[in-house]
Nanobody, 127 residues
Framework: QVQLVESGGGLVQAGGSLRLSCAAS????????MGWFRQAPGKEREFVAF????????YYADSVKGRFTISRDNAKNTGYLQMNNLKPEDTAVYYC????????????????????WGQGTQVTVSS
């Protein structure tokens, strides 16, 4: 199994920045594709960003493209989500999730693609 722990959330004013971290343990992190999702109150969990095992491929939701950057450091077993120019509508609980490479079907924006999830970290953006 893989254990994922997110950190870095908090309260920030609109236009500010935060960097979320996702620390992985239990398995070889470099064998797992990683995604970030978020869930706002009363809404479904939605895709934010994806990064492949090596970091060579990344994808973003249109709502965050140009403002958020996903990255990973496999040597540190950690993934990141740099969030700049935050907006009140970015307020949500942010989750990282992973899927082992051989079992990945390519649906990077589908939460059912991922079989390990962190507990989430709250991001609140004030206007």
């Amino acid at each position: 199994q893989v254990q994922l722990v997110e950190s870095g959330g908090g309260l920030v004013q609109a236009g500010g920045s935060l960097r979320l971290s996702c620390a992985a343990s239990g398995r070889t992190f470099s064998n797992y594709h990683m995604g970030w999702f978020r869930q706002a109150p009363g809404k479904e969990r939605e895709f934010v960003a994806f990064i492949s095992t090596s970091g060579g491929s990344t994808y973003y939701a249109d709502s965050v493209k140009g403002r958020f950057t996903i990255s990973r450091d496999n040597a540190k077993n950690t993934g990141y989500l740099q969030m700049n120019n935050l907006k009140p509508e970015d307020t949500a609980v942010y989750y990282c999730a992973v899927r082992q490479s051989p079992y990945y079907s390519g649906n990077f924006n589908n939460l059912r693609e991922y079989n390990y999830w962190g507990q989430g970290t709250q991001v609140t953006v004030s206007s």
